[in-house]
T-cell receptor, first 115, second 112 residues
Framework: EAGVAQSPRYKIIEKRQSVAFWCNPI?????LYWYQQILGQGPKLLIQFQNNGVVDDSQLPKDRFSAERLKGVDSTLKIQPAKLEDSAVYLC?????????????FGSGTRLTVV | SQQGEEDPQALSIQEGENATMNCSYK?????LQWYRQNSGRGLVHLILIRSNEREKHSGRLRVTLDTSKKSSSLLITASRAADTASYFC????????????WGAGTKLIIKP
C-alpha cells in the first residue's frame, strides 16, 4: 500500500511569514495525527483527527497554528505567523483504528526552518 | 508531557554486537510501541507490545515489557550498519484518547 505522503519536504521562511503543510494519509485510515519534532526530542502531538472531526488539539498553539481535514482524507497544517521556535520537523501519521492498538504509519515529514 | 524515557541517550557499538535500549514510563499503559527514525526521515513502526504481554520478537528484534517496573527493553541482535538510527519508545496510557506519548529517543551508532 502507498505510504503517508507529505509535502513539501523542506521549507525555509522568515519569521512572521506563513507556511502550510499538506498530508495525504493511507487510504482508508480514519485517524490522522500531526506531530512536531524538535531536533533531539521525541515527537509532540499537535492535533488528532478522527475522520474530519478533531479528537484532541490541546497542545496546538491555536493563536498561530491551525489544521483542517476536509472530507476526512487530506489534511493541512498552517502556521501564521511563524516564530523562530517553530523550526522543527512536522510529521503526519495515520492509523486505521483510533485505539492506538496498532502501529502508526508516518510520512517522511516536512523540515521547517524559520530564520 | 513526556511519558517515556529512553536509556541510554546514545549508544555506539561494533557491527555484529547486540544493542540493548531501555524505556521507562510513569503511568499504566494499554500498550508500548518502538519506532526507528533514520536521520532526516519519518518514524517507522517496529513492534507493539500490549500490557498483558511480556515478550515479542520480530526478526532480529526482541522487546520485553515489565509492567511492575514500568519498563521495556529493545534488543537488536547481530547489529548491522543499517541499524544506525534513533530509536523511540512510545506508550499508549490507559484512560487516554489512545494517543502515543513519546520519549526523547536513543541514538544508536553501529560502527563497521
Amino acid at each position: 500500500e502507498a505510504g503517508v505522503a507529505q509535502s513539501p519536504r523542506y521549507k525555509i521562511i522568515e519569521k512572521r511569514q506563513s507556511v502550510a503543510f499538506w498530508c495525504n494519509p493511507i487510504s482508508g485510515h480514519a485517524t490522522l495525527y500531526w506531530y512536531q519534532q524538535i531536533l533531539g526530542q521525541g515527537p509532540k502531538l499537535l492535533i488528532q483527527f478522527q475522520n474530519n472531526g478533531v479528537v484532541d488539539d490541546s497542545q496546538l498553539p491555536k493563536d498561530r497554528f491551525s489544521a483542517e481535514r476536509l472530507k476526512g482524507v487530506d489534511s493541512t497544517l498552517k502556521i501564521q505567523p511563524a516564530k523562530l521556535e517553530d523550526s522543527a520537523v512536522y510529521l503526519c501519521a495515520s492509523s486505521s483504528r483510533p485505539a492506538g492498538g496498532y502501529g502508526y504509519t508516518f510520512g517522511s515529514g516536512t523540515r521547517l526552518t524559520v530564520v | 508531557s513526556q511519558q517515556g524515557e529512553e536509556d541510554p541517550q546514545a549508544l555506539s557499538i561494533q557491527e555484529g554486537e547486540n544493542a540493548t535500549m531501555n524505556c521507562s514510563y510513569k503511568t499504566s499503559i494499554n500498550n508500548l510501541q518502538w519506532y526507528r527514525q533514520n536521520s532526516g526521515r519519518g518514524l517507522v513502526h517496529l513492534i507493539l507490545i500490549r500490557s498483558n504481554e511480556r515478550e515479542k520478537h520480530s526478526g532480529r528484534l526482541r522487546v520485553t515489557l515489565d509492567t511492575s517496573k514500568k519498563s521495556s527493553s529493545l534488543l537488536i541482535t547481530a547489529s548491522r550498519a543499517a541499524d544506525t538510527a534513533s530509536y523511540f519508545c512510545a506508550t499508549v496510557p490507559m484512560d487516554s484518547n489512545y494517543q502515543l506519548i513519546w520519549g526523547a529517543g536513543t541514538k544508536l551508532i553501529i560502527k563497521p
